[in-house]
Nanobody
Framework: VQLQASGGGLVQAGGSLRLSCAAS????????????LGWFRQAPGKEREFVAA????????NYADSVKGRFTISKDNAQNTAYLQMNSLKPEDTAVYYC???????????????????WGKGTQVTVSS
């Protein structure tokens, strides 16, 4: 399983960005049945933290309190791609954002991402004040 994250960049405070996480099966042919997709982030000098997640079906979502009302996670099942729409960005949102996948129910995901099955490479999000 491979996760490809994209969409990071530099934006001014109050601006918006949309991150994408495209999931593809590895050469082994493993599928993504029941794998939720989500985002974690890590700012310099800080621990990695949970941001948002969406269930395999797309019917359930979960957000960190710090992003509720500003970020929206969605999923295109046909494309096996999750999106994180980030609005009203703040300088404290600056971090490397990582896409991750795991079959556990969303409310059982570790707040730090410990034990997640799959990770994508990070994408940098920088919010200037």
């Amino acid at each position: 399983v491979q996760l490809q994250a994209s969409g990071g960049g530099l934006v001014q405070a109050g601006g918006s960005l949309r991150l994408s996480c495209a999931a593809s099966a590895s050469t082994s042919g493993r599928t993504f049945t029941r794998y939720g997709l989500g985002w974690f982030r890590q700012a310099p000098g800080k621990e990695r933290e949970f941001v948002a997640a969406i269930s395999f079906s797309g019917s359930s979502t979960n957000y960190a309190d710090s992003v509720k009302g500003r970020f929206t996670i969605s999923k295109d099942n046909a494309q096996n791609t999750a999106y994180l729409q980030m609005n009203s960005l703040k300088p404290e949102d600056t971090a490397v954002y990582y896409c991750a996948a795991d079959p556990l129910p969303l409310n059982r995901w570790s707040p730090s991402g410990y034990g997640m099955d799959y990770w994508g490479k990070g994408t940098q999000v920088t919010v200037s004040s």
